[in-house]
């Protein structure tokens, strides 16, 4: 497989789960956004924050995509669907383990235990993200169901 | 039923209050006395650039501090969302506050005074000794995660950032005359009351503050109106608030677009067209006036006297002083071209009575001056009108002028009329003075200012016209309405007559400093919606006359 292809798949899948989680935000079903949230590890600036978000999470996305390649090369299935499993699994792992952790290792989020100060002042998200509302896990889970699924769907169309 | 409230109090209660703004800033401070000591509080929405830093959406800050002894104070926050239609219970979230959620938008509550669940409402006591301070803030986010503001010494620096972004606003105020403190109190009330999204000007941030109490001339003022444009842009300019007023005109040009040419009453900050009105009947109403209504079905209404707003707006904002690029131009030279089709049509003008169509005369007036602003606009260069335009516009400026003089002005009156042909006047007729259409000592236009002060005046004040609308209860004498005579006698150089005036508008502000749209004749008590941007815009716009006919 050309080596391009995972680059402009990645790309393509990234924005489709972009898309989800944009019109989740706009729609009211959640108030997640992980550009945001990626943002403010390196700049407190608000603007700045929100651009260097999305290029992180575009790049992450791209990231990601070599590694789904990789589990359909490894198991030699290369459909959508399997590829909207990973997806599934992929999102519960960020819901349920990366985004609970995410006050431990943030530097501007609050945390229930360490309370608010000068420097940590963002909403942490709790379990499965529901402090950014109650669909956020739905709207997690079918953003990275998406995302997985465009993956597949290409190298199901490549293979 | 009744709405949300946020109270801090002390719980003794035989206090007295007392309040006032910090010098030169929209930073309330309430005094609350009591037999064993007395407390202050300061409230006001932190103003720092969110866009670089990591702030709120939006935030309301109290802070109070003992001052003298030591006082028991209560806290109680309920919140009624969505006009009370929604129910909500608040979300502990440990150090990180209280919580109430729906939707996409967050609200969050957190104070260093405990707080505790009574119903569905948050409460606190906590007793201050002098020199202790707490802080109480509440914080709302939309869309986001949200921001949890800090308190404490971070509190402290919001307080003392915010306090010196206004001085550093009001201090630019070029108004040098008398009764500067009113004017800098009116203007900063207009930046309250101006979105900072769009630059729009909302007439009042209240809905169905009632104009006759217990009666049903409620409405919702939430919105921008086209009719405030010109003369709104006229005080923010005379107080040297240029961007402010670019911006308001930026946002007329560009909401205007959705119904271009023809121009609605009445827009939301948003620039949105539909403002259907619907009535909250589970709501008991400010005194019992009922109903409650939100949204206003005059964006449905005929003014033809807005395009003479819009038009003046930017000769106003622009003359001698810059060009308007190709679509505003093209926009604003759209409107003339409507003028000229429908000044002979009747409409509701600019006090928007319910019922038939009339024949306005201060209608005709300000289609004259959309007219005459345009012209104006193209002998300065701001806009480049081709010949035959320029030719029509002038033609129809001479017609309307001669419809006015000839049917709009009563010769056994002795005065010009509401509507043509008419024998009632109403006070919109002393604009006639303020835009320029008549010299204010022209003997039509002193008939006219004595004829509607015989009909209309009482105690000093004025009502708006003398028809019955039709609607139920009689409303109060209008604010703005005494500031235009004002106006007149101020371009009359009668100086010590508009002094004595002004002054007497000014006892009619309340503790503040604050207008409502309309004022009880007999008590003096403010009534409609509150405050009132026209008519801190008319107190501006006075005051400024006065000082300029004193130069």
Redesign the interface.
Known sequence: MNLAYPVLWGLLATVAMTAVLQAS?????????LP??VG?FLT????R?VVWGYLLYVIGGWLFAFLYFLLFDSIGIRTWWLGALAGLVHGLFLLVCALPLLPFVHP?M?S???????RR?????GFMAM???YGTPLMTLLAQTVYGAVLGAFAQLAG | MRGGSFSLRPRDPFFTASRRYVERTAVLETDFTTDSGSVRLLDLMPIDDGARALRPMREVLRAVEGMVGTVEIEVRFDLQPDYARRRLRPRQRGRLGWTYAWGNEVLVVRSDIALRLEGDALVGTVTLDAGERRYLSLAYTKGDPAVLPPLGAHAEERIVDTIHWWREWAGRCRYSGPYREQVVRSVVTLKLLTYALSGAIVAAPTTSLPEAIGKGRNWDYRYCWLRDAGLTTQALLALGYRDEALSFLGWMLHATRLSWPELQVMYDVFGRTRLDESELVHLAGYGSSRPVRIGNDAYRQRQLDIYGEVVSAAHAALAGNGRLDTESARMLAGLGDVVCRQWRESDASIWEVRGPLRHYTFSKVMCWAALDGLLKLHRDGALVLPPAKVEAFGRERAAIAQTIERRGFNAALGSYASVLDGDKVDASLLLMACIGYKEADDPRMRATYDRIHQRLGRNGLLYRYERFDGIDGVEGAFGICGFWAIDNLAKRGELDAAERRFRQMLAHANDLGLYAEEIDVASGAALGNFPQAFTHVGLINAAVAIERARA
């Open positions: 935000q706009g729609f009211g079903w959640s108030r997640l956004s945001l949230l403010t407190g600036r608000r603007d924050a501007r609050a229930e235990y360490h309370g608010v100060t000068a002042q963002l909403e942490p998200p402090n950014y509302g």
